[in-house]
């Protein structure tokens, strides 16, 4: 396994965008130079609402392996809830980094040996004038803070990009707020 390639495995539901969350971060980090990204959705039923899974893979140099992530370095929960449902945590190596959409504090999480941060993106997309439910790009804010791995300015673009046509701005302005709002743990 080699030591240079952040994986970040992101959980949410159907309609949430959690796929094309990864997506939007996989072209940032193209973007800022890193030539090796790939990225692997799975998911059973397709339906709103079910449980979605998706997995990004980044380094500088080109990458081959096109398994699923099994050791990941960052955790993406699109969806609080979803953390009682599925084992988010699984197999992520200590001090390791969990960004959970949540109106709770990172304190109110109990994961052994790993960062967490929270922000209620729900709220923050609401208030942008999102449609009910779609977190993505605010969820992308959070990332950036969180991570700090990729520049928030380059997100952001990245979001205009992929929503041209979509409310651009409300998109690019829930990451902007989510950034700003986001708490990152001590532990």
């Known amino acids: 396994m080699r030591d240079d390639i952040i994986e ?20 940032a980090a193209f973007i800022s130079g890193y030539s090796g990204v790939v990225m692997a959705p799975t998911f059973g ?3 709103r609402g079910a449980p979605v899974l998706t997995s990004l893979k980044i380094s500088k140099q080109k990458i081959y392996d096109l398994s699923p992530i099994t050791e990941p370095n960052m955790v993406v929960v699109l969806d609080h809830l979803i953390v009682d449902e599925v084992n988010v945590t699984g197999g992520m190596k ?11 504090h990172p304190d109110d999480f109990d994961f052994e040996n790993l960062k967490v941060a929270t922000a209620d993106v729900t709220t923050i997309a609401g208030e942008v004038g999102l449609p009910p439910g779609v977190v ?4 992308i804010g959070a990332f950036a803070k969180a991570s ?31 950034y700003k709002n986001t708490i990152v743990g001590e532990k």
């Open 94 to 104: 200590p001090g390791g980094l969990i960004v959970i959409n949540t109106p709770k």
């Open 8 to 27: 970040i495995r992101w959980h949410g539901r159907g309609g949430q965008g959690a796929i094309t969350a990864a997506k939007i971060v996989a072209n």
């Open 148 to 178: 700090d791995f990729i520049g928030l300015d380059v997100l952001a673009r990245a979001i205009e990009d992929e929503f041209k046509g979509k409310h651009p701005q409300r998109n690019s302005k829930a990451a902007r707020i989510t």
């Open 45 to 47: 039923t397709e339906r």
């Open 136 to 139: 993505n790009t605010g969820i």
